[in-house]
């Protein structure tokens, strides 16, 4: 039907969606692979959107009374011992660092030297560590809740590795709290999955869906796990955050025990949460599309970039002047409550610099020539539009309804990516139905299938192993807003009480 | 002649100031020590001051164009190797990755598991990893200068540590930049020094002395290594940043070339450049006196906490909410371009309430009773001032004041610490006055000698090595801000052109 338009990344999300994923990352220069195996390179535009995340995360920690702390990067193996699935869980992915020095070797050369008596960790989470400070930190319930969260590298050694999504090394924030019930832990585990929550949908406009994962699918240790799961453009899920009850698993093995009210001694009940780089992977397959990056306003590291256009070296001095201004006048500008961020690109290369600009996904561009001045205008172009679609605006009016743009651009990437939701979710109640929807019908694209069923689950480990085996589909939650409803599982045709949400994920 | 007054602090820092300093950090909760042998825990007290200075730091940085990135904390021992002085000057003290992972052994137990085919160091520096990028990341001059920081944690391990000062991982950040000549380097250098003497004198109000670090003491690698040094309450200095001109030497090494502008190649010029957490030490040792820490307003975690006083319960109420109302009328101020950080302590303790903060460093206690509400009145302590030396002021004096009463405050302590500094720096011309100086009084408290020496020396190795030898007393740097003056070196008598900074040092 229509042509085959030229686009700035090569291949399209319908070509190759893993190999867009990789040019996006490139073009956008979000980041770079490194020479160490796994670990990535953050790039100052990609960084520059983790501080965001970060600002505006720590933000809302603190004022739900959380305060930053900092824990060792090392674990002594015998405290990753003391918790049994936890150190099951992270014992095949562990750096392990057995030497503290380098020493000449027999041929000349640097070896290890300086064998340690117990090998460390470099922690892959650190709840066995900070477990450790917080047993000497409280005796009393005046002691609780202890709130704290740490901003960190973790290191998991990943076979597979894939920028942004899976990494051997990447940053993050975990969050450990120690609470006097079992009651007061599980409502601090639902208040920080609705932190995250906020920060997915109204932040990075990713729209996320609530619940707890099957005990299959759990943190190793935990009692709950709770998170939120999104849907990117190639109908895969990806888990956006955790937050884990911990009951008082973590508070025996570490010997969290404080006195009670009544003078008895009780153990600690513990919670830890954590969101990480793995967001920026999560708002590239979200938002892009086969021009590059779409970054929503409020996260955008640059929300405006200012282009002025010199024809004639005699025109420099006026547009480079009315640009600076209007830079000026954009930047006394507040949106969501800080300054407009407002970049101007002085180079003189032609168009490429446009596209240099909607590749990094920059949410509005404004071109500034000297015919715009004399009619006092500018001409602007939004990043969720098609590049070729702008429009000319009297500055007074722009400067007017910048604001109330980026407002619109926020919400257009919101309501966009829950409608591709909803169109990619399914209920399904036939075992045959669900098979053919999980099925990729063209073995050259093996990645595209139908998204996301909402069907039954009897709640047997048996029924989501074989999902798991035949389809490579999990459950990616039980969801929390769901209503209750009698109906028979997908697998076995067994009872339940309620949908779960299946699909495959990163 | 007057009485022994009781402390907060045992034992004081004239009895034992080693043992102080450790008290002081205990007793205002900054940090902890860890199981990890050498790593510390730094406490929410500790972490929100290293905030602080992060954010001022990092606002400053930005300002002169540079940008945040981050790169793998895992470095391949073929890459240290690359500049020899380098991994020289490191390898003695490298946490060194051998296995990726964890594995059942014979008798059950976990040991490391899949040997790594190279060892990889945990980052003490990164110059090897970054210039990896760097290469990659310039071709032509217009890619130049690049301006990179690093915000991350790293580790030396240090046989003899200390919290804060010489921790085996510190948290910090460090500064790459390539310019495309020489001199353009140099100025980088010299810019960073003086972010790093903003940092310590206006905010940290730490009065330092800048200059350059002799061919002994550079880091390993640089052809020029810029230093602040601060005067600790114990006489001794504290280096407290540096910033290194590379030269072309990590260039080279990592071969980060460009294109010039008239076309032909040539290596970049390098700097880098770098503050820590032993800022946090700098700070302690500086202001802190018998009582515990004395925080500099600009950087205190809470510049204000406010005390409310029930002795009977039925004034409660009114109490808290005279308090609440105060915190919200001193928030809405500004002080150093934010808001007034203030707290309300409402624990029922007693007299233990005040000397926590006492101890922790608040500048500003305000207590509040029933007294003073119907007097509309609020009564202060300062940190700075004895504690029993509190004043009443009308509350609306005080919130008109109390910008001013934090400036002074913070003017104070610098005046004080450079008024510490010079009266504990002396001009030396002769050698047996020099050792005299250096040599500990008192046998029982080897740490109490003179101070900083004026005094010249030659430029020569071998005089610089036999005082150190002698009294363990080095150049901390050739000053920039001293008179050139021709004069005989303090060891050989050999000619001199200036006077450089000899001390013992952390």
Known sequence: MSQKLKTAITPTRAEDYPEWYQQVVKASDLADRSPVRGCMVIKPWGYALWENIQRELDDMFKATGVKNAYFPIFIPLSFLEKEAEH??????????????????????????????????????????????????????????????????????????TRIFLRTSEFLWQEGHTAHATAAEAQERTALMLSVYTRLAEEFLAIPVIKGSKTAAERFPGAVDTQCIEAMMQDCKALQAGTSHFLGQNFAKSSNIRFQTVDETESFAWT??????????????????????????????????????IVHKEEDRSKVMAYTDELALALKAIHFGGRPLRVEIDRRDIGGARGWDWIKKGVPLRVEIGPRDISNQAVFVARRDKPHKDKQALPRTQFLNQVTAMLEEVQAGLLERARAFQKAHTRTIDVLDDFYAYFTPRDKEKPEIHGGFAMSHWCGDRTCEARIK?????????????????????????????QRVVFAKAY
Not at 113 to 138: C, M
Not at 483 to 494: K, L, N, T
């Open 271 to 308: 919670t830890s949460w954590g969101a990480s780089t793995r967001l920026i992977g999560g708002l590239i397959m979200t938002h892009g599309d086969d021009d590059g990056l779409i970054l929503p306003p409020r996260m955008a590291p640059e929300q405006i970039v200012l282009l002025p």
């Open 469 to 497: 085996e035949d389809l490579t589909v999990t459950i990616r939650c039980i969801p929390f807003d769901v209503p209750q409803e009698a109906g028979q599982c997908i697998c076995c045709g067994g009872p339940s009480s």
């Open 87 to 160: 150190v099951e869980g992270f014992a095949k992915e562990c750096a392990v660092v057995t030497h503290h020095r380098l020493e000449k070797g027999a041929d000349g050369k640097l070896v290890p030297g300086g064998l340690l008596n117990e090998p460390l960790v470099v922690r892959p989470t650190s709840e066995t560590i900070i477990g450790d400070s917080f047993a000497k930190w409280i005796s009393s319930h005046r002691d609780l809740p202890l709130l704290i969260n740490q901003w960190g590298n973790v290191v998991r050694w990943e076979m597979r």
